[in-house]
């Protein structure tokens, strides 16, 4: 069953059955008062012919005597005499042209009479059901003239009354349980439209081909049906807010996909060159060395294979340094590869810029750094190359006649360097990829203008490795390089000294 069927069968069932017992309770209690009334309706006009009874000579004691002495009596009231004298006798009154007092009064027979005696055999009031005439109550009353007065009312007041009052309830019930069916199915319907929104969406969410091309879900679950405040609304909200969630993981998995791709192709590109490199001049060496002794010994042939040789070696060197910084980039992913101590950046400031101005020497070189060390729990090592990565970034992408300054400052609790120069700046187009690996401004790739695009990658990684973090701010003539590490590590959740 469907949850819609399932909560109009609770509720239609659940008030069917309070509106029954309700109905049970009314016309029980209704059927009680009005018997009650009937009771002391038949006591009063039985003790009144009790007393009319009394007047009467035992000898000539008949029903039918009595009432002839009485007011005229209700239509359909029954009256027995026993008699000692005169016997069981035993009339009812009978109504004309609707009048509401008796016109005749008509014999009980034999066998009604014997009904009643039997119903008032050990009770003094009884309900009896009379052949031909219905349903009476009945009260035997004695006299002080040796007489037993029988008095009796019909029920079929009461009985009709409670009829028309279960067929009221009962139409009424039937009318309201439609009525009812109606409204809960259409409140459960409106109700329970965010799920089927919320059913399509999925269904259409489940329909798409995620595993091809651009990987983008678009489907929502629409805004009207989606209210946070109501119960079924939240299921849609959640749902849409899934899906972005979903939506913006698989967006950011295939952009790391497309940056693997590019990471692979930039990697064979490096390696691709001073690999045609080194066969290119080992060809040139093996030739050379295939020649005659004498040509050998020629001094341009042993120019030219010194100069292979020499070029080998140096590609080959290239080639190690680009293996290197992938060695040291994947230990670094891993959290590896950092020694901590204590270091003192003032003093990796100062020797960073010497080693910097002799490879610049048209480059104006200026440090700033205060009087008493700063200094922070991490790896010499690595920040020194920090620092060596970020002043040649500076000498290789500036003009001559550039300024470049290294300043070391505690603020706070942490350490800061940077580095600015006033160069032209950084491209905008590039300053969100600028700390990617293989990230550059040129895309010739041509080698007066750049090493690999790993020097800023690695700094990004030893910083993050000493819970810190590097920023760039850029624009023409102002370009600042940040590097902020928390001066002791513990206190941000960071490696302790070792």
């Known amino acids: 069953m469907s949850l819609q069927t399932r909560l109009m069968t609770a509720v239609i069932g659940f008030?069917?059955?309070?509106?029954?017992?309700?109905?049970?309770?009314?016309?029980?209690?209704?059927?009680?008062?009005?018997?009650?009334?009937?009771?002391?309706?038949?006591?009063?006009?039985?003790?009144?012919?009790?007393?009319?009874?009394?007047?009467?000579?035992?000898?000539?004691a008949t029903a039918q005597n009595v009432l002839?002495?009485?007011?005229?009596?209700?239509?359909?009231?029954?009256f027995v005499v026993s008699s000692p004298v005169t016997g069981f006798s035993g009339v009812v009154a009978k109504s004309e042209d609707g009048d509401e007092f008796a016109g005749t009064l008509d014999p009980l027979t034999g066998a009604q009479l014997a009904e009643i005696a039997v119903s008032l055999k050990d009770t003094r009031v009884a309900t009896v059901t009379l052949t031909g005439l219905g349903s009476y109550r009945v009260m035997a009353q004695?006299?002080?003239?040796?007489?037993?007065?029988?008095?009796?009312?019909?029920?079929d007041d009461i009985q009709n009354q409670l009829t028309q009052l279960l067929t009221v309830i009962a139409l009424a019930t039937i009318g309201g349980l439609i009525l009812l069916a109606l409204t809960t199915a259409i409140t459960i319907r409106v109700s329970l439209r965010p799920l089927r929104a919320v059913a399509l969406t999925a269904t259409r969410v489940a329909n798409q081909q995620l595993d091809r091309g651009e990987v983008t879900i678009t489907e929502r679950v629409p805004a009207s049906e989606a209210d946070p405040r109501t119960e079924t609304g939240l299921v849609g909200a959640s749902l849409n807010k899934l899906l972005d969630h979903v939506n913006t993981s698989l967006a950011s998995r295939q952009k790391n996909e497309e940056r693997m791709r590019r990471f692979v192709a930039d990697a064979s590109h490096e390696l691709r060159t001073p690999l045609a490199s080194i066969r290119g001049y080992s060809e040139l060496s093996l030739r050379a060395l295939r020649q005659s002794d004498q040509e050998a010994e020629r001094p341009e042939v042993i120019e030219s294979t010194t100069s292979s040789l020499e070029r080998i070696q140096a590609q080959s060197l290239r080639m190690t340094r680009l293996v290197e910084d992938l060695l040291l980039l994947a230990r670094l992913d891993e959290g590896r590869e950092l020694v901590y101590g204590t270091v003192d950046l003032t003093q990796l400031a100062l020797e960073g810029l010497s080693d910097a101005r002799p490879t610049a020497v048209d480059h104006h070189w200026n440090i700033d750094v205060p009087d008493e060390p700063v200094t922070i729990v991490g790896d010499a090592g690595r920040m020194h190359q920090v620092v060596a990565n970020l002043l040649a970034n500076a000498r290789t992408h500036t003009p001559a006649g550039t300024t470049v300054t290294l300043s070391v400052?505690?603020?706070?609790?942490?350490?800061?360097?940077?580095?600015?120069?006033?160069?032209?700046?950084?491209d905008p187009a590039i300053r969100d990829e600028l700390f990617a690996r293989f990230a550059r401004g040129d895309s010739s790739r041509a080698r007066q203008t750049g090493g690999t695009g790993l020097g800023l990658a690695i700094a990004k990684a030893i910083v993050e490795g000493?819970?810190?973090?590097?920023?760039?701010t850029s624009e023409p003539g102002d370009t600042t390089f940040t590097v902020r590490i928390p001066m002791n590590p513990a206190t941000t959740g960071g490696t302790p000294a070792a």
């Open 409 to 426: 400052a505690q603020e706070g609790e942490d350490a800061v360097l940077r580095v600015h120069d006033d160069g032209p700046g950084i």
């Open 68 to 78: 002839a002495s009485s007011p005229a009596p209700p239509v359909g009231v029954l």
């Open 466 to 472: 000493h819970h810190g973090f590097i920023t760039v």
């Open 142 to 155: 004695p006299t002080n003239n040796g007489l037993i007065v029988v008095t009796g009312l019909p029920r």
């Open 15 to 60: 008030v069917s059955l309070i509106l029954i017992i309700v109905a049970v309770i009314t016309s029980a209690t209704l059927g009680k008062t009005m018997e009650d009334q009937l009771d002391q309706k038949l006591s009063t006009y039985g003790d009144q012919l009790v007393r009319i009874s009394q007047a009467v000579a035992p000898s000539s």
